[in-house]
């Protein structure tokens, strides 16, 4: 089992940058696939990319790739995305969240922990 707590968000002008960094408590963190998601006002949740157990693969969704980029420190038990210019519709809740897949997956139902969000805010 794995807990996972979101934390970088905040308010930011577009063309900023922002790093988002998800903590994991458990022994077993190198077991688990990492991804984001995000969620708008509105809108469904989507996926924002992932990273693989050990960081050997990453994915990222068209809509923020060649911008977003996640990393893991599995010595610290976290994940980051690094969010470069970013732009208001990346605003959303952003959640971490751990899957035991072995193949990346972006369905949310594969996801058996979440974290509680952190809201981040982009002005134009």
């Known amino acids: 089992q794995v807990q996972l707590v979101e934390s970088g968000g905040g308010l930011v002008q577009a063309g900023d940058s922002l790093r988002l960094s998800c903590a994991a408590s458990?022994?077993?963190?190198?077991?688990?696939?990492i991804s984001w998601f995000r969620q708008a006002p509105g809108k469904e949740r989507e996926f924002v990319g992932g990273?693989?157990?050990?960081?050997?693969?990453?994915y990222a969704a068209d809509s923020v790739k060649g911008r977003f980029t996640i990393s893991r420190d599995d010595a610290k038990n976290t994940v980051y995305v690094q969010m470069n210019s970013v732009r208001p519709e990346d605003t959303a809740t952003y959640y971490c969240?751990?899957?035991?897949?072995?193949?990346?997956?972006?369905?949310?139902?594969?996801?058996?922990?979440w974290g509680q969000g952190t809201q981040v805010t982009v002005s134009s």
């Open positions: 969240a751990a899957t035991t897949t072995i193949l990346m997956t972006t369905r949310e139902d594969e996801y058996a922990y």
């Open positions: 990273i693989s157990r050990g960081g050997a693969t990453t």
């Open positions: 458990g022994r077993t963190f190198t077991s688990y696939t």
